[in-house]
């Protein structure tokens, strides 16, 4: 039996292994995003997001970034953590609590950073492949700028009960309120009819939670409070100036930021649970003087020099 030549031999290992290995399609990685909605907060994260991570990791034209925007439900978060799983990304980046814990759930090997996760460290976020950022409000500041506009004996939460970080919102301010003896009602929205619960409140404020079900139908909730000329106080911002008397935010370019830079360490092949996680808590304070003129306020001078910005 004759032998081949080592430098033919060696082509021909070349040849095998060139041909038999799985065909590889489009970009060298892939990296699978889970943004619960069309939420514009969320949407500004992503922008931030995909900006830096083209300054932090060589080769990004060659990246592929497949977004799944499901509607937000259990099942659409299970189904689209999935999809990418099934198409075997090399990374998993979620936008919210909700759409975080669905990719948790699935055990998946695949490495995942969350950002735009209200309070991690008391959703106590975990998992083998797992890190990321998320931020913390101060509510009791939103509850104060409340009275000193004006008398205020209930309150009314907009929330999800399907969303676990609305409702740690909820919790959190319940418990805040009933410490200032101020009543609370709640409105749990799951469907847009559940909206129409805001048309018949007498309430004195409106706060809405971090939600992403809310957020589909902020431009109904704001008309219904309208009506009743009540406030409405929110933590995600106003982007469209569309009618919230008041903004506490953390700024949604800080935490896309933040997660590019812990995601392209990760793509570096640096062990996620090496990384800590990260909490902002600097925030953004913003005042619609056009709104409270509309429904009969007035904002004092000593309220308005702590707002970070005032829309006139």
Known sequence: MKTLPPLAA???LFLVVFFSAPGVSGAEKRIGVIMSGDI???GAMHEAFVAE???????????????????PDSISWSNAARKLIAVDVDLIVTYGLPATRAVINEKTRIPLVYTGVYDPETAAISGRNVTGCGYKVPLSSLLRYFKRLKELDTISIVYSGI???????????????????IK???IDIRT???????GGIAEDAVFVTGSSLAHLWIDEILTMARRKKNPVADIFPDQAEAGILMTLYQPPHEQGEMAAQIASRVLAGEDPQTIPFYVFRDTELVFNLVEARHIG???PIQLIIEATRVIQ
Request: charged share 25%; aromatic share 8%.
């Open 184 to 186: 609370t009602r709640r």
């Open 192 to 198: 847009r009819g559940d909206v129409d619960l805001l």
């Open 53 to 71: 991570l083209s300054k932090q990791v060589p080769g990004f034209d060659e990246m592929e970034i497949i977004l799944q925007r499901p509607f």
């Open 163 to 181: 969303e676990e970080d609305s409702l740690q919102q909820l919790g959190e301010l319940q418990m805040l309120a009933a410490m200032q003896n």
């Open 10 to 12: 060696h082509i021909l």
């Open 297 to 299: 306020l007035t904002f």
């Open 40 to 42: 514009p907060y969320y």
